[in-house]
């Protein structure tokens, strides 16, 4: 799987738009980008998927540039309790591997600000 | 649907003893995997089990080992265990596919 790359840690303002980069400049076309979220001594939290294509659900939005070797995760409206560690995770799809892991990174540390 | 279970939530154990952690999937995921997280490494993955099948598996020793039953449900087990055993051990479910995974609260397991 692809390795990727975050920055270690971000603030953000409560109601404000926060937006979380992560490259993974050696991304197969058959990788999937995945983010996932851990609030304090929580189990890890799926957030949003995407092969190629912007995606969008009721928690965030995920944008893809078109070389597909970075994205974007974006937090509309920030709240205290958006305050997380932020992982970025690159992977084939399990079904065409039969594997079923993630290799979490360090991922990022977002940090809302009232 | 209910979410993914874990239990007990809280296991104190000593050195050289054994322990069993279950957890609960979500209905109809067929895929349970298992993950152990301390402050030095991070998440780190043990193993998945598929249609009670071991599908993958992490790099650890083979004190640490799992089983998956016909509804699903799995157990892992750490035999003679150790003081840097202490960790929060994480289950995840999900369908298998490109989908995403499902975490459990997590097992906090402490080794006197």
């Known amino acids: 799987d692809a390795k990727t790359t975050q920055p270690p840690s971000m603030d953000c303002a409560e109601g404000r738009a926060a937006n979380l980069p992560c490259n993974h400049s050696?991304?197969?076309?058959?990788?999937?980008v995945y983010w996932y979220r851990q609030i304090h001594s929580q189990g890890p939290q799926y957030i949003i998927h995407g092969l190629k294509n912007n995606e969008t659900n009721e928690m965030a939005s995920l944008i893809i540039t078109e070389d597909r070797k970075s994205s974007t995760l974006i937090l509309p409206h920030a709240t205290l309790r958006d305050t997380a560690v932020y992982y970025c995770i690159v992977r084939v799809s399990a079904l065409q591997t039969g594997a079923n892991n993630l290799f979490f990174g360090t991922g990022t540390r977002l940090t809302v600000i009232p | 649907k209910a979410g993914v279970t874990q239990t007990p939530r809280y296991l104190i154990k000593t050195r050289g003893q054994q322990v069993t952690l279950s957890c609960s999937p979500i209905?109809?995921?067929?895929?349970v995997s298992w993950y152990q997280q301390t402050p030095g490494q991070g998440l780190q993955f043990l193993f998945e089990?598929?249609?009670?099948?071991?599908?993958n598996k992490g790099n650890f020793p083979g004190r640490f080992s799992g089983r998956q039953f016909s509804n699903s449900r799995s157990e892992m087990n750490v035999s003679t265990l150790e003081l840097g055993d202490s960790a929060l051990y994480l289950c995840a479910s999900s369908t298998g596919s490109s989908r995403g995974m499902y975490f459990g609260p997590g097992t906090r397991l402490t080794v006197l």
């Open positions: 089990y598929f249609s009670e099948t071991q599908r």
């Open positions: 050696t991304i197969s076309g058959n990788e999937y």
């Open positions: 209905s109809g995921h067929r895929s």
